[in-house]
């Protein structure tokens, strides 16, 4: 489905005031997100009447486009974004950042004013027009209905089957023991016993690893012979071995992806919301596929693995092998079901058919500049 | 081509930001770096005093400027200016400074309102000269000083960087697009 046919199916047409590119596209993501609200974002060229509107009104032409747009259209709801909402007490504020907890819920009280108004802070309330209408949401797992709280819909990518996915266990096997030998910071040799080849020393004091295979050999030898790798605490490279060196840090963030091989941790449930502590330090870890977009969506919300294969559109393998690397550095934080948007709530508002495609010919802006930057 | 196609540089002297610039722009960097003086001198003969600009050209005639802010605090009059509108503020921090918790604590409140709006990715250089504070730490850092403002990306990309290796300036850059939209470049 494309930008033209889903808007034509969108309920809810929604216009913007000076709002930028980047702005545009952030609103579009949520409106994307949250397909149950059916919203739909209209281009710049659009004709349609907007069943409401969203103003930017700390951009340099969001205040006057806002009171223009208000004479001309009196009827039509307008939502006015801004980070000081104390300034426009005469606008329906939403305080930036903006976000899908607080967005829709204002979206909501903006065309149905009858419904119950959402949470709002203790300090604040929404008052009629002429005082402050500042809203202030704050989502939390009561406040999301029952209703809304649906399984995941079917997805549509062919290369994902929830009923597909394999697992491994980062607690069992080789792994384990590498992670008990750091926590005691016992320094320890990974050996093959076919051959006795020593293939990396870990030294936990130090935070250094040194490595006689590459890492495309190290996933030739989990794929194959994970079962024959032991620990030796006295194994020593030959002299004739070629030695790379690198952290402990790069080191878990490597191994851990190669063995989960597109393979989802059984410490990581499916349908449970998880969100990045902070991002990995990627300019110095081993390259991972779609590692920056997976970092920058798990930075910004909570979301189940398999939200995130939905709305991102990645492939399972890789967003699998991310988390595997971002666990090992205890880069996830799996508390966050109660923080803010709910897997549930909004997988059921998702589905596949959803996410857009990447039309090359459409793409923004910010397209543009990723294909630019990433050809450099 | 809008106006506030601009990504703002900003950091402290010496931190990089005009290697930075130079790595990723399509023309030679128009550069105001003059010789320094007072404390300036004792991390780098010149330093810029205006700004650095470059271009990075999309090929369809639309381009997206580059700016670099001067480093030294006194001409941060000229910021308001830099970043009126824009795609994202890069924060470039010297890990060989004295003390980088009170740079970063300066810079992300001297932008406080602009990273309201947009979102910012931090950059550590000289990491391979002083390997402390690490990305962790500048992570707890970021926890404590930005407790009074609000970000549009609280939990910010932190990178280490050498500004002069183009693949980390191309991370940093990436990095902020993907802040701004996760959904770019999603698979066809």
Same mark, same amino acid.
């Given at each position: 489905m494309n930008d033209k046919e889903k808007l034509a199916g969108a309920a809810i047409l929604v216009g913007g005031i000076g709002l930028d590119a980047r702005k545009e596209a952030v609103f579009r993501m949520a409106f994307r997100m949250n397909r149950k609200a059916n919203y739909g974002f209209l281009e710049a060229g659009d004709t349609q009447a907007p069943n409401l509107a969203i103003a930017d009104l700390d951009s340099p032409d969001g205040l006057a486009g806002a009171e223009k747009f208000r004479q001309e259209h009196?009827?039509?709801?307008?939502?006015?974004?801004?980070?000081?909402?104390?300034?426009?007490?005469?606008?329906?504020?939403?305080? *930036?950042?903006?976000?899908?907890?607080? =967005?829709?819920?204002?979206?909501?009280?903006?065309?149905?004013?009858?419904?119950?108004?959402?949470?709002?802070?203790?300090?604040?309330?929404?008052?009629?027009?002429? *005082?402050?209408?500042?809203?202030?949401?704050?989502?939390?797992?009561?406040?999301?209905?029952?209703?809304?709280?649906?399984?995941?819909?079917?997805?549509?990518?062919?290369?994902?089957?929830?009923?597909?996915?394999?697992?491994?266990?980062?607690?069992?096997?080789?792994?384990?023991?590498?992670?008990? #030998?750091?926590?005691?910071?016992?320094?320890?040799?990974?050996? %093959? $016993?076919? %051959?006795?080849?020593?293939?990396?020393?870990?030294?936990?004091?130090?935070? *250094?690893?040194?490595?006689?295979?590459?890492?495309?050999? #190290?996933?030739?030898?989990?794929?194959?012979?994970?079962?024959?790798?032991?620990? $030796?605490?006295?194994?020593?490279?030959?002299?004739? %071995?070629?030695?790379?060196?690198?952290?402990?840090?790069?080191?878990?963030?490597?191994?851990?992806?190669?063995?989960?091989?597109?393979?989802?941790?059984?410490?990581?449930?499916?349908?449970?919301?998880? *969100?990045?502590?902070?991002?990995?330090?990627?300019?110095?870890?081993?390259?991972?596929?779609?590692? =920056?977009?997976?970092?920058?969506?798990?930075? $910004?919300?909570?979301?189940?693995?398999? =939200?995130?294969?939905?709305?991102?559109?990645?492939?399972?393998?890789?967003?699998?092998?991310?988390?595997?690397?971002? %666990?090992?550095?205890?880069? =996830?934080?799996?508390?966050?079901?109660?923080?803010g948007i709910l897997p549930e709530h909004i997988a059921s508002a998702v589905t596949a058919v959803d996410v857009p495609k990447a039309n090359p010919t459409k793409r923004g802006l910010l397209g543009r500049l990723l294909s630019k930057i990433a050809g450099l | 081509m809008r106006e506030d196609n601009k990504i703002v540089f900003t950091g402290p002297v010496g931190a990089g930001k005009t290697s930075a610039i130079s790595a990723i722009s399509d023309v030679p960097i128009i550069s105001t770096d003059a010789k320094a003086s007072d404390m300036t001198i004792n991390r780098k003969g010149h330093t810029t005093v205006a700004m650095d600009y470059g271009i990075l050209n999309l090929g369809d005639k639309s381009k997206v400027h580059l700016y670099g802010t001067p480093g030294q605090e006194r001409f941060d009059f000229m910021w308001d200016i830099l970043t009126t509108g824009g795609l994202g503020l890069i924060l470039m921090l010297d890990n060989t400074r004295p003390n980088p918790k009170k740079d970063m604590h300066f810079f992300l409140h001297a932008f406080k309102d602009y990273i309201a709006d947009v979102p910012v990715v931090l950059g550590i250089s000289k990491t391979d000269i002083n390997s402390h504070p690490d990305t962790s730490e500048y992570a707890k850092m970021l926890s404590e000083v930005s407790q009074d403002i609000t970000m549009l990306n609280p939990i910010p990309p932190i990178f280490e960087v050498d500004g002069r290796r183009k693949e980390d300036v191309k991370n940093l850059v990436m990095a902020l697009l993907f802040s701004i939209d996760p959904g770019l470049g999603m698979i066809p």
């Open positions: 009196p009827d039509i709801p307008l939502l006015a974004t801004t980070i000081v909402p104390e300034n426009f007490t005469n606008f329906v504020t939403l305080a *930036k950042p903006i976000r899908m907890e607080t =967005l829709f819920p204002a979206l909501d009280h903006l065309l149905h004013p009858s419904q119950p108004a959402p949470i709002l802070s203790s300090q604040q309330t929404i008052e009629q027009a002429g *005082k402050t209408n500042h809203l202030e949401h704050r989502a939390t797992q009561e406040n999301i209905p029952a209703s809304k709280q649906m399984p995941i819909p079917p997805i549509a990518n062919p290369s994902w089957d929830p009923d597909k996915i394999e697992y491994f266990d980062p607690e069992q096997g080789l792994l384990a023991l590498v992670n008990r #030998a750091i926590r005691d910071h016992i320094p320890v040799g990974i050996v %093959d $016993r076919r %051959d006795g080849k020593l293939l990396w020393r870990i030294f936990p004091e130090q935070e *250094k690893v040194e490595a006689s295979v590459s890492m495309e050999e #190290a996933q030739s030898i989990f794929r194959h012979g994970e079962s024959d790798l032991i620990l $030796r605490a006295d194994a020593s490279f030959a002299a004739t %071995d070629n030695l790379y060196s690198m952290t402990l840090t790069e080191y878990l963030w490597q191994i851990h992806a190669i063995a989960a091989d597109g393979r989802l941790s059984k410490k990581i449930p499916l349908n449970h919301p998880i *969100k990045l502590r902070r991002w990995p330090n990627l300019t110095r870890l081993h390259p991972l596929p779609e590692a =920056l977009r997976l970092a920058a969506f798990l930075a $910004r919300s909570p979301a189940s693995p398999a =939200l995130t294969i939905r709305m991102l559109r990645v492939q399972s393998q890789a967003l699998f092998n991310f988390l595997a690397a971002a %666990d090992a550095l205890e880069l =996830l934080d799996y508390s966050s079901a109660g923080t | -």
